[in-house]
């Protein structure tokens, strides 16, 4: 059974940076694929961020130069850099885990954190 559990969302001002943790068990994140959604007030659930089995990244328009994906092996955790915040960015952010990067959405979910940025 797949389980991802995100941590180190929270309240900060515009301009501000969090990091967003995901730590997995029930799969292995250098051989799958992991990424972020997020889904603010009103808005469709987007993907922000994802990485390949191969460390290749890819990012949302909205977010990039500002995100950062990354992954530690040795942890099975994949994590999300945001710098630069923007009260556009306030959401859940949620993590997900699947075979491929176009299979991102169609996998395993995680809880989801909430990202509160002020103006």
């Known amino acids: 059974q797949v389980q991802l559990v995100e941590s180190g969302g929270g309240l900060v001002q515009a301009g501000g940076s969090l990091r967003l943790s995901c730590a997995a068990s029930?799969?292995?994140?250098?051989?799958?694929?992991g990424g972020w959604y997020r889904q603010g007030p009103g808005k469709q659930r987007e993907l922000v961020a994802g990485?390949?089995?191969?460390?290749?990244?890819k990012y949302a328009d909205s977010v990039k130069g500002r995100f950062t994906i990354s992954r530690d092996n040795a942890k099975n955790t994949v994590y999300l850099q945001m710098n630069s915040l923007k009260p556009e960015d306030t959401a859940v952010y949620y993590c997900?885990?699947?075979?491929?990067?176009?299979?991102?959405?169609?996998?395993?979910w995680g809880q989801g954190t909430q990202v509160t940025v002020s103006s």
């Open positions: 997900t885990a699947a075979s491929s990067y176009s299979r991102l959405g169609f996998g395993s």
């Open positions: 029930g799969i292995i994140f250098s051989i799958n694929a």
């Open positions: 990485i390949s089995s191969g460390g290749i990244t």
